[in-house]
């Protein structure tokens, strides 16, 4: 077997489960091979020589020879896996070392649960849907998908944004905001949560539109089938505005024609016995949490 590293930056308090997690799955009589860029890191900052088989880029994971790509980090990392591994249907388990994280959901106390769920190959695939974008009728190199959302926002400079939006080619509404989410039931706990979006369950085939700081209270956000295109039409104060692909961003000028629908790729999350989707959401956003039930060291309830 052998199993794909990759990560962005480790911090020096996280180091030792990294090794924890290398040391493990490596006594278990798996393969390592590691991203090049963060090998380079781990020899240069810890001098950390783990014997990988080789070190791969964004061209050479390939599905079959790699039976899982190992990211360690939070959200954010894991978004930035998906480029590795998009084209190659290799799924991805994200390893936590930073606070809150939905994708990336296997704390440092699971470690070594994880590594023999990994030797043992008890678990299982869960698809993801992944969105595509058109600006024009053309993709764009690299920015032509997203796991959690496209984001269309105002720059710095603009007061708000006319958001001319359409499903398929029937007119749905002009937001006037500081901008719109068009998320997947993945990216339902990211940016358009934050803007006031529903969650939705990744087992749901859904997009989701979520104005931010909409002008008219009447506007709210928007569960379509994944089945819809959605197009965007965008006209700013300033003449341009940001677009975001999950962590990606470019300024854009106005006018410019977004069309957006279900990728025909979708991203294959790892997912162990010891989690359920729904446990994380209580445990992640604290649902039911009553401080007023519980005493806090210090403190006393009459």
């Not at 489960?17 to 040391?23: A, F, H």
């Not at 994380?280 to 401080?291: I, S």
């Amino acid at each position: 077997m052998v199993v794909a590293i990759y990560s962005r930056n480790i911090e020096r308090d996280f180091f030792p489960y990294l090794k924890e997690l290398i040391e493990g799955l490596k006594e278990r009589e798996i393969d390592l091979i590691c991203e090049e860029n963060f090998a380079r890191l781990l020899q240069e900052k810890y001098d950390y020589h783990p014997g990988f088989l080789y070190c791969f880029d964004r061209r050479t994971l390939q599905k079959g020879e790699v039976e899982l790509l190992l990211c360690i980090g939070g959200d954010g990392t894991f978004l930035d896996s998906v480029v590795y591994v998009k084209d190659s249907g290799v799924p991805v388990l994200g390893v936590n070392s930073g606070h809150l994280g939905f994708l990336a959901n296997v704390p440092i106390q699971e470690i070594r649960e994880a590594v023999a769920c990994i030797a043992t190959g008890k678990y299982t695939l869960e698809p993801r849907e992944m969105l595509q974008l058109e600006v024009d009728g053309e993709k764009i190199p690299d920015f032509d998908y997203a796991l959690n959302e496209v984001g269309v926002l105002k720059t710095a400079t603009t007061s708000l944004l006319k958001v001319h939006a359409y499903v398929g080619e029937v007119y749905l509404t002009t937001y006037w905001a500081d901008g719109l989410v068009v998320a997947t039931p993945t990216g339902s706990t990211a940016y358009s949560l934050s803007g006031g979006g529903p969650i939705v369950s990744p087992e749901c085939q859904n997009i989701i539109l979520t104005p931010i700081c909409p002008h008219n209270l009447t506007i709210r956000p928007l569960v379509v089938p994944n089945t819809a295109e959605i197009m965007l039409k965008i006209e700013g104060v300033s003449g341009d505005f940001v677009l975001s692909m999950d962590s990606r961003i470019r300024e854009m000028k106005d006018g410019r024609l977004l069309r957006i629908r279900a990728h025909d790729q979708k991203v294959y999350v790892v997912k162990l016995p010891l989690h359920n989707y729904y446990q994380t959401l209580r445990n992640k956003l604290m649902w039911g949490e009553d401080k007023r039930n519980k005493k806090n060291e210090g403190e006393k309830y009459e």
